[in-house]
C-alpha cells in the first residue's frame, strides 16, 4: 500500500499560477496527476517515472509542468496560465508497475484537491 497526501490548489483568476504537491509514504515507480470536472470522466494529465521521463495531455502541455524528488518521494504540478476549463478535483496518482495517462486499476490515489479557475 501507498499512502498519498496532496496539498496546494486553491482559487485563482484565469491566467494565474498554482502549485500542487503530493508526497508519498514509500518509493513508487510512477507518480502522476489526474484531475475530474463536474460531471465528467477522470482524466490523466501528467506523469513522471522515477527516471524522470514525463508525459503531459494535450490540454495541459506547455502551461503545467510536473518534477518530482526521488529522496523525498514527493512530486510538483506546477500549474501556469490557468483556464476556466481547468477547474477540477485534481488528484495525486502513483503506481509501481509502469506509468500512463489511462484510468486503469493498480493505482493509488490522494484524497483529491480542488482547483478553481475563475473568468
Known amino acids: 500500500q501507498v499512502q498519498l497526501v496532496e496539498s496546494g490548489g486553491g482559487s485563482v483568476q484565469t491566467g494565474g499560477s498554482l502549485r500542487l504537491s503530493c508526497s508519498a509514504s514509500?518509493?513508487?515507480?510512477?507518480m502522476g496527476w489526474f484531475r475530474q470536472a463536474p460531471g465528467k470522466e477522470r482524466e490523466g494529465i501528467a506523469y513522471i517515472s522515477m527516471y524522470g521521463t514525463t508525459r503531459y495531455a494535450d490540454s495541459v502541455k506547455g502551461r503545467f509542468t510536473i518534477s518530482r524528488d526521488n529522496a523525498k518521494n514527493t512530486q510538483t504540478l506546477q500549474m501556469n496560465s490557468l483556464l476556466p476549463e481547468d477547474t477540477a478535483m485534481y488528484y495525486c496518482a502513483a503506481r509501481q508497475d509502469r506509468c500512463g495517462l489511462g484510468l486503469e486499476d493498480g493505482y493509488y490515489w490522494g484524497q483529491g484537491t480542488q482547483v478553481t479557475v475563475s473568468s
Open positions: 514509500r518509493s513508487t515507480f510512477c
